[in-house]
Nanobody, 123 residues
Framework: QVQLVESGGGLVQAGGSLRLSCTAS????????MGWFRQVPGKEREFVAA????????FYKDSVKGRFTISRDNAKNTVYLQMNSLKPEDTAVYYC????????????????WGQGTQVTVSS
């Protein structure tokens, strides 16, 4: 069982930056690939970024490449999403998720989810 808690969301102007954090409970965090997803009302949850168990491989949604960076610190049981050059269309609730061993772009592959943190980008 893995429990995930996100933090770091908020209100920022377009062009600004935020860093989201997701801290996991348990001793096996280093066995889990981690992902970030986002959702706006009335739309499906969409993939944003993912990172392998070691952190050696990362994957991004095309529209965030070059602006967002996913990273992890296995010693702190934490995964991060650094978001730069934010745009109004990045406004959403952001969720972190954990999948045992394998990273994936599909929300259905992730067994554990955090409660979400709101990111609002004003124009």
């Amino acid at each position: 069982q893995v429990q995930l808690v996100e933090s770091g969301g908020g209100l920022v102007q377009a062009g600004g930056s935020l860093r989201l954090s997701c801290t996991a409970s348990g001793r096996t965090f280093s066995s889990y690939a981690m992902g970030w997803f986002r959702q706006v009302p009335g739309k499906e949850r969409e993939f944003v970024a993912a990172i392998s168990v070691s952190g050696g491989s990362t994957f991004y949604k095309d529209s965030v490449k070059g602006r967002f960076t996913i990273s992890r610190d296995n010693a702190k049981n934490t995964v991060y999403l650094q978001m730069n050059s934010l745009k109004p269309e990045d406004t959403a609730v952001y969720y972190c998720a954990a999948n045992l061993y394998f990273s994936s772009r599909s929300a259905g592959d992730y067994a554990y989810w955090g409660q979400g943190t709101q990111v609002t980008v004003s124009s």
